[in-house]
C-alpha cells in the first residue's frame, strides 16, 4: 500500500509549517467570503408555502419557530426505500441546534415525500432536527432543489420572509458545524472581529457560547 514519505522530525515540521501557511491564507480567504455574503442583497418570499410538519400544517414563516434566521436542508426524496445516502450524511453531520438557537437561527430539513414516510425514517437515523414535508408545494422547485438537494437561507422581518443565500451540490459538502452554518446566515457568527455592516448583531466572541443544555439558564 502506498503512503507518505518517512522523513526526520525537522523535515517534517518544516513541510506542516509550509502547509500551515496556505491554511491560513485560505481561512483568510473564507472570512472575506463570508463577509461579502453578509452584504448580499434579499429578495422577498411572495408565495404562500405550505408544509405538513410535526405539529400539523405550516407555513415557511412557522419554520423559523419565532427565531429571526433559518436554514432549510432540501432533502432529496425519492420513497421510503430509496433513502439518499448523501443526503443522510449531510444530516448526520449537522451539530448540536442549541448553538445556531443561540444565534437566532433556526434550521430544518424539507422534503418532498409524505410525513408518514419521513417521521419514521428520521427517527430510525436519531435525528432531532424539524424535518417538514414540502408534497405537493413548490418550495424545493422554486428554492434551486428540485428532485434533487439545496440548502437556502432566510431573514424574516416580521412576517415578510426573505431568501438571502442558496447553495447546493459541493457547496454543502464542508457543512455542517455550527460555524459554518453560521458563515452562510445575513447576520453570521455576530462577533466582533468579523467584517459586517454598521448596525449588525455583535458580541465579543467566546461570551455568548455555552454547553448546549444551559442556553436557556
Known sequence: MNRPRIVSDQEWQTARDMLLTEEK????????????????????IGKDYRFDGPD????????FDGRRQLITYSFMWHGAHE??????????????LAHLHARDV?????SNGPLAEITPFGR???????????LGSDFNLDMGAGEGFALNVFLRDGDDVH???????????RLGSV???????PYGRQETWE????????????????????YQA
Do not use: K
Request: charge should be positive.
Open 163 to 173: 431568501r438571502t443565500y442558496f447553495t447546493t451540490g459541493r457547496g454543502v459538502e
Open 124 to 134: 430510525r437515523m436519531g435525528w432531532t432536527i424539524p424535518w417538514y414535508s414540502a
Open 83 to 96: 433513502f439518499c445516502s448523501g443526503c443522510s450524511m449531510f444530516a448526520d453531520n449537522i451539530g448540536h
Open 25 to 44: 491564507e485560505l481561512t483568510r480567504a473564507l472570512d472575506a467570503v463570508a463577509a461579502r455574503r453578509r452584504r448580499m442583497p434579499m429578495v422577498r
Open 106 to 110: 433556526s434550521l430544518a430539513l424539507v
Open 179 to 185: 460555524w459554518t452554518f453560521l458563515d452562510l446566515t
Open 56 to 63: 400539523g400544517s405550516a407555513n415557511l414563516l412557522d419554520l
Open 195 to 214: 467584517d459586517s455592516p454598521d448596525g449588525w448583531p455583535r458580541t465579543q466572541p467566546y461570551s455568548w457560547w455555552r454547553l448546549h443544555d444551559e
